[in-house]
């Protein structure tokens, strides 16, 4: 018996709902997985951001374990506060000038206001106020591997600062390298601990680069050996017999000028 034209239009009734019921399940299936992908990035961003921000925190907390390190004092280790000059007084260019060290030590010197503009300017700032004039050059390190002079603390001995500190760091070398020449700020233990004092080197220096680094600021242009016939050939006093390699250098080292123009 053929069936009647109400069981055709039934079955066909039936096979499409049971179409439709197939793509909503599809559709279902589809949406599904991808709010499980969505779910699993977000987890992977999530965790990513935790243990970026563990690094970090590992990073700004580990600096005073560095074998070698330019920085402060524990105390010019907060956060940015005070006064800092503007970065706009680098004007993005380059500066020249000069920096005299007991009068006998003449060093020409290089500001890069395009890629350290923050550091620039506060050293011009500090260098136009004459903050700089009869600061001393308190710390040296003549390691194999890390030869520098550091300059530039408030109160001579590497405390102290001009009333603020700075952040961030800018123009770090990956790689830790700082050629012989370089000027580089110094800082303590956070990014944006920076504050008057910078360190000049006068041998090819490696520092640590899980601590962040330090900002290259400029560049020693000539006079390097004048530093090193002058002042750092002959030595240092050791600051501790566990570091025979950092202490004060043998030459009382004061600034007698800087001047940038």
């Not at 992908?37 to 921000?53: I, K, M, Q």
């Not at 390190?69 to 706009?88: F, H």
């Not at 050629?179 to 920076?194: H, K, L």
């Amino acid at each position: 018996m053929a069936p009647s034209r109400n069981q055709d239009r039934e079955a066909r009734d039936r096979l499409r709902a049971y179409t439709a019921r197939q793509r909503v399940h599809e559709t279902q299936v589809r949406r599904r997985r991808r709010d499980n992908l969505l779910a699993a990035v977000g987890v992977v961003v999530v965790v990513g951001l935790a243990v970026v921000t563990q690094v970090v925190w590992n990073t700004d907390g580990s600096a005073d374990e560095a074998t070698a390190s330019a920085s402060p004092s524990p105390s010019e280790t907060a956060s940015a506060t005070g006064d800092v000059p503007s970065a706009d007084i680098a004007e993005g260019r380059t500066w020249t000038g000069q920096l005299d060290l007991n009068d006998d030590v003449q060093l020409g010197v290089e500001l890069d206001g395009a890629t350290a503009p923050q550091a620039a300017s506060v050293i011009i700032d500090l260098a136009q106020q004459g903050f700089y004039t009869d600061t001393t050059c308190h710390r040296m390190s003549d390691a194999e591997t890390a030869k520098f002079i550091q300059c530039g603390s408030a109160n001579g001995d590497g405390t102290g600062d001009a009333g603020f500190t700075f952040g961030p760091l800018e123009n770090v070398p990956a790689d830790g390298l700082y050629p012989t020449g370089t000027i580089a700020m110094a800082r303590g233990e956070a990014a944006d601990s920076q504050s008057t004092q910078f360190f000049v080197t006068y041998g090819d220096t490696y520092l640590d680069t899980s601590t962040g680094g330090y900002t290259v600021v400029g560049r020693v242009t000539s006079g390097l050996d004048q530093l090193t016939a002058n002042i750092t050939d002959a030595g240092l006093t050791p600051s501790t017999a566990e570091v025979p390699n950092d202490g004060a250098p043998v030459v009382p080292t004061t600034i007698t000028s800087l001047t940038l123009e």
